[in-house]
């Protein structure tokens, strides 16, 4: 569900609602709470189960025996039950709040003199050995094939606010919003402010496994943006408790059921109850120890089948997660045809905050699933080009036609989203303060047509330009939603020269997506830098450098390229480009003529035609009107160029080819966290000046950076053919957690390592004379680091060592580099 905050004007959204506030009041809920307690000795019960009389609502008290009930249905009384206890219901009073304290009897029956044996082993653990073994016939995967409609209904709610927002002048036009005001299950409460629904039909085949979803309809409030539609359906609901680890949120949380279960989860067996005409045990399961990434709850279980019939879990206290301050699951099963268990209802409601006593939100999804076609798979044809579909009159429908569709009505909370998001919208003030957000996020200063920015470049320093200063901007969508222009100009008070460039964007469709672009420029560029790395004009740039920047080099460019998407994930790109390098400082091109003569050379021109393919299998989008943000994929992400420099094409100096093979991935292992890797490779023929080979990529910050050689200097190893590693492990904190004093604060380990390999012909060191301190390879080059992640939730910071090469002039062999990540 979280994806949707990745829509540019949906984030904006969402941080403007989290400056509002207002009363703590609740609106027509019937809450109760206290403890239960053993009425002979006093002693509270845990995991007694307390729910209302219509059944929709209930609970188990924790390990103190209190328990927290609220609903908004109508009802009238409170069921208590418990194994050994009579069951017992008390009355409640409607839409009020009140506390109940509860005193269970034992249920003594006389029996027979017997002598009754400690079992040998814990009746949980017999429990969980079947429901392990009998997985492969009650998990769903196993089935070739299935289908069903589901409706899901998404809402994000602000929580954790207090009286003094009400007051302030900047809400005043916002007030009526706080007439909305509900109370969450938690008793915390919250104001509704963003709601999604969606109903689409899901297919799944597997050998080979494929899958598409066709999304009938939704709508979302506030946001008129059809890719968006993508989201809310079933497709991104993607973990199995049947699986032995669930990822949530980028986490590998151990499953309840897990094959290995038993060592992470305490099991307790609390109770037994016909359910569905199938007779089931109850198991409550909780952490041994703190701070893993596991749940607390309990679920089900038939037993015959050992099917899981319902399972209601949330994380466990104290784990190590960001911005969470709970979650909860809910999921129910039945049985649609013989020895088939399907997945029917499903509710989760997560708590964000920043810290304890920030704002924060809730974000909540509900799906129901019906209309159940098991084992009747579509030819494979049916699986191919998008796998999710969104109808074209899927932002259409009418609220009739929602009235009908959806599996369940709306709440009267529910129902009013819509119109206060619309209302809120349509105030001059919001629209001024997602601006001002808008400018903070993206750079941008909205100025009618145009944008101004972006304003991180507006001042910067260097020691060949010495104080720089930028002007640029780019059309805006009120300009159009298809064509972007955009330029800047500045100037270096040191060198006294102008620096300028220009370009444009033409969208033709998004469906495949399809953009021609043009761009010029005549600036300053640095060698050798990772295109993860601030660009040259950041003030970022200059402030965290390590060294002086003074190996930049003018280059006047003009390149332009079609792109095009033909499903996504697979897209092809084909460009033209002419650049001309022009050497400054203790940068130049020296070379020994035919005579024996030191020659200069003043610039090196080169006309490239390029050829790009990139294939990333199931990589979702979040599209705006010209731009769109990746929201990755579990799957390798393959990249391939082949360039072809032509000589005399427009001046050029040079003939040549070029090929390069890059994939990234990255991938789970259990508990112990997620490796990361990159392996990058490439060739390069013809005889080249060493700034048309490949300069490997240093870094010369005290920030880390992912693409890029930590320990190398810029321009310091050049090769024509070569071949790179980079691994990075996150533990996610799998040593840290055991350590008392380390545990509390949630910090996290991570190791990476990164090589490159690479030849050089002698050929093309006589091209012309390299700069001091560059020089080929000769032997593989290593680095390593260990380092801490999460301290404060966003700083990591590393230990470097440089393995090999230490003789080099100027080469760094320890060092400390640092790093801002927002994780979860």
């Given at each position: 569900?979280?994806y ?8 904006l ?7 509002f506030a ?5 609106q027509?809920q ?6 239960v ?5 006093g ?7 307390v729910?209302y009389?219509?059944?929709r609502?209930?609970t188990?008290t924790?390990?103190?025996g209190?328990?927290?009930l ?16 009579k069951?017992q219901v008390?009355?409640?009073k ?9 005193r ?5 029956i ?5 002598v009754i ?14 429901i392990?073994?009998h ?5 769903k ?5 299935y289908?069903?409609?589901v409706?899901?209904k998404i809402e ?6 207090n009286?003094k ?6 809400f ?6 706080f ?9 915390k409460?919250y104001?509704?402010m963003?709601m ?11 050998k080979p ?11 979302v409030s506030?946001i008129?943006?059809q890719?968006?539609?993508q ?7 993607d973990?199995?408790i049947?699986?032995?680890f ?7 949380f ?5 094959d ?7 099991l307790?067996?609390m109770d037994?109850?016909?359910?569905d005409?199938k007779w ?5 399961f ?5 701070q893993?990434l596991v749940?607390v709850?309990?679920?089900w279980?038939?037993d ?8 209601d ?7 190590n997660?960001n911005?969470?301050?709970e ?7 039945r049985?649609?045809t013989?020895s088939?268990w399907?997945?029917?209802r499903?509710?989760?409601l997560?708590?964000?905050?920043l ?10 999804k ?9 084992n009747k ?8 080009a ?6 074209e009159?899927?932002?259409?429908k ?5 009235e009908?569709?959806r599996h369940?009505?709306?709440t ?11 209302s809120?919208q349509s ?11 808008t400018m903070f996020v ?5 100025w009618?047509?145009?944008?101004l ?8 320093f260097n020691?060949?330009?010495?104080n ?5 901007g ?6 159009s939603?298809k064509l972007e222009?955009?330029?800047?100009v500045?100037y ?5 020269v102008f620096?300028?460039?220009?370009g ?10 399809q953009?021609?672009e043009?761009?010029?420029k005549?600036?300053?560029e ?16 200059s402030?965290?450098?390590r ?7 003018m ?8 792109d ?6 697979f897209r ?7 650049k001309?390098f022009?050497p400054?400082?203790n940068?130049g091109y020296k ?9 200069i ?9 390029q050829f790009?393919?990139?294939?990333a299998h199931?990589?979702k989008?979040v599209?705006?009107?010209?731009d769109?943000?990746?929201?990755g994929?579990k ?12 000589k005399d094409?427009w ?8 090929v390069?093979?890059?994939m ?7 508990p112990y966290g997620?490796?990361s890797?990159i392996l ?11 700034s048309?080979?490949e300069?490997?990529?240093?870094n010369?910050?005290y920030?880390s950076d ?6 190398m200097?810029?321009?310091e190893?050049v090769?024509?053919?070569?071949a790179?590693?980079t ?5 996610e904190g799998y040593?840290?957690n055991?350590?008392p ?8 380990e991570v190791?990476?390592g ?13 091209v012309?004379?390299f700069?001091?301190g560059l020089?080929?390879?000769g032997?593989?080059y290593m ?9 404060f ?14 003789d080099?002039?100027?080469?760094p ?6 790093n801002i990540t927002v994780?979860?």
């Amino acid at each position: 569900m979280l994806y949707l905050f990745t829509n540019r004007k949906y984030a904006l959204a969402l941080l403007l609602v989290t400056w509002f506030a207002g009363v703590l009041s609740s609106q027509a809920q019937t809450e109760v709470s206290g403890h239960v307690y053993d009425a002979a000795t006093g002693e509270v019960l845990p995991f007694v189960n307390v729910s209302y009389k219509n059944g929709r609502v209930g609970t188990t008290t924790n390990e103190d025996g209190y328990y927290f009930l609220s609903t908004n249905f109508p009802t009238d009384s409170l069921l208590v039950s418990f194994v050994g206890y009579k069951s017992q219901v008390h009355p409640v009073k409607k839409n009020q709040k009140q506390t109940l304290d509860i005193r269970l009897e034992s249920s003594q029956i006389d029996l027979e003199e017997m002598v009754i044996y400690a079992p040998t082993e814990n009746p949980a653990h017999l429990l969980h050995r079947n429901i392990v073994s009998h997985k492969k016939l009650n998990n769903k995967d196993k089935l070739d094939a299935y289908q069903y409609e589901v409706y899901t209904k998404i809402e994000f709610d602000l929580n954790n606010f207090n009286e003094k927002f009400k007051d302030r002048r900047m809400f005043k036009p916002f007030r009526f919003v706080f007439d909305n005001v509900d109370t969450a299950e938690n008793g915390k409460p919250y104001l509704p402010m963003v709601m999604s629904e969606s109903i689409s039909d899901f297919y799944y085949k597997n050998k080979p496994h494929a899958q598409k979803e066709f999304i009938k309809a939704s709508r979302v409030s506030g946001i008129d943006n059809q890719s968006v539609s993508q989201f809310t359906g079933d497709m991104y609901q993607d973990f199995n408790i049947y699986d032995n680890f669930m990822v949530i949120f980028g986490k590998n949380f151990v499953s309840p059921i897990a094959d290995n279960a038993l060592s992470y989860y305490k099991l307790f067996l609390m109770d037994s109850a016909t359910i569905d005409g199938k007779w089931c045990y109850k198991v409550v399961f909780e952490p041994k120890r703190k701070q893993e990434l596991v749940m607390v709850g309990h679920y089900w279980v038939t037993d015959t089948t050992y099917a899981i019939t319902s399972i209601d879990m949330e994380i466990a206290p104290g784990a190590n997660l960001n911005y969470v301050d709970e979650m909860f699951i809910k999921q129910e099963f039945r049985e649609v045809t013989d020895s088939v268990w399907m997945l029917t209802r499903e509710e989760l409601l997560v708590d964000f905050n920043l810290t304890e006593k920030s704002m924060g939100f809730f974000g909540r999804k509900t799906s129901m699933y019906d209309q159940f076609v098991i084992n009747k798979p579509k030819d494979n044809a049916f699986y191919t080009a998008d796998n999710i579909i969104v109808a074209e009159d899927a932002n259409a429908k009418d609220e009739a036609y929602w009235e009908t569709a959806r599996h369940e009505p709306l709440t009267k909370t529910e129902a009013t989203i819509y119109a206060t998001v619309d209302s809120v919208q349509s105030l001059p003030a919001f629209r001024t303060y997602v601006d001002i957000i808008t400018m903070f996020v993206t750079g941008y200063e909205k100025w009618g047509l145009f944008e101004l920015g972006p304003y991180f470049t507006t001042y910067s320093f260097n020691a060949l330009e010495g104080n720089r200063l930028r002007f640029g901007g780019r059309t805006s969508n009120k300009f159009s939603k298809k064509l972007e222009l955009n330029g800047y100009v500045a100037y270096g008070f040191k060198d006294e020269v102008f620096k300028y460039g220009g370009g444009f964007r033409y969208l033709f469709t998004k469906h495949p997506r399809q953009m021609l672009e043009g761009s010029f420029k005549y600036d300053m560029e640095q060698l050798g830098q990772s295109q993860n790395a601030f660009r040259e004009d950041n003030i970022l740039a200059s402030v965290l450098r390590r060294a002086p920047f003074d190996q930049l080099i003018m280059t006047r460019e003009a390149k332009g390229y079609y792109d095009i998407e033909w499903f996504p994930g697979f897209r092809n790109r084909i460009g033209m480009m002419h650049k001309r390098f022009i050497p400054q400082a203790n940068l130049g091109y020296k070379y020994i003529d035919d005579d024996g003569q030191l020659r200069i050379k003043e610039e090196i021109a080169v006309s490239e035609i390029q050829f790009y393919t990139r294939f990333a299998h199931n990589e979702k989008y979040v599209s705006g009107e010209m731009d769109r943000i990746s929201l990755g994929t579990k799957y390798p992400v393959i990249q391939f160029q082949y360039t072809l420099g032509i000589k005399d094409l427009w001046s050029s100096d040079y003939g040549y080819h070029r090929v390069n093979l890059n994939m990234r991935h990255y991938f789970y292992i259990g508990p112990y966290g997620y490796t990361s890797y990159i392996l990058d490779a490439g060739k390069i023929w013809g005889k080249l000046p060493y700034s048309l080979l490949e300069l490997h990529q240093g870094n010369e910050t005290y920030t880390s950076d992912e693409y890029a050689f930590n320990m190398m200097n810029y321009i310091e190893f050049v090769s024509d053919q070569y071949a790179s590693l980079t691994f990075t492990h996150h533990f996610e904190g799998y040593f840290l957690n055991r350590i008392p004093l380390f545990r509390k604060l949630k910090w996290r380990e991570v190791i990476s390592g990164k090589t490159v390999y690479g030849t050089l012909q002698s050929s093309n060191k006589d091209v012309v004379i390299f700069p001091e301190g560059l020089s080929d390879l000769g032997t593989p080059y290593m680095e390593g680091s260990i380092g801490i992640e999460n301290i404060f939730k966003i700083i990591r910071i590393d230990l470097y060592r440089r393995l090999t090469h230490l003789d080099n002039p100027g080469a760094p062999k320890l060092g400390i580099r640092g790093n801002i990540t927002v994780m979860f």
